[in-house]
């Protein structure tokens, strides 16, 4: 398994203090010596119940992509302005064809221009699955309206 396929460790940790809940395919294990591992969720254990294993091995959600999406709304009503206007913005992810630029990962209003500069909501990173992280701890800190 790549390790870009999965949210890395300081984010597995901040979506972990923020209250992720769902299981994932993968953890990052963090032992006793501070050696990180990628492993395979034991199909037998929850969540729960790896935080709750003796010892000193410490596990973090390390979701895929796909998993991150299935956890975000494709759309959100809010509303913006001070006519305070009804828009609908809509997840967009694109990749830079410069791959050093990474991939981008926002909400933006559609067939809305003047509605774009209310939405300062957008990230940018080397991998999918950070880049949607980092939107799914926004949404947390910051729902729209």
Same mark, same amino acid.
């Given at each position: ?33 501070? +050696? /990180? @591992? ?9 969540? =729960?119940? %790896?935080?709750?294993?003796?010892? &000193? +091995? /410490? @596990? ?9 999406? =299935?956890? %975000?709304?494709?759309?959100?009503? &809010? ?67």
């Amino acid at each position: 398994m790549n390790e870009k396929h999965c949210v890395s460790l300081e984010l597995a940790k901040q979506l972990t203090k923020a209250g992720w809940k769902e299981e994932t395919e993968f953890y990052h294990r963090v032992d006793e010596y501070g +050696n /990180v @591992f990628l492993v395979i969720n034991p199909r037998f254990d929850t969540y =729960e119940q %790896l935080q709750k294993r003796t010892g &000193t +091995n /410490v @596990f973090y959600p390390a979701p895929l992509a796909t998993e991150i999406l =299935e956890e %975000l709304p494709p759309s959100i009503k &809010t509303i913006y302005g001070h006519n305070n206007t009804i828009v609908y913005i809509y997840l967009q992810i694109d990749k830079h064809p410069d791959e050093r630029k990474g991939v981008r990962c926002r909400y933006r209003p559609e067939f809305n221009p003047e509605a774009e500069e209310w939405f300062n909501n957008e990230f940018r990173e080397q991998s999918l699955p950070d880049a949607l992280a980092k939107m799914w701890l926004y949404l947390q800190k910051e729902p729209f309206q």
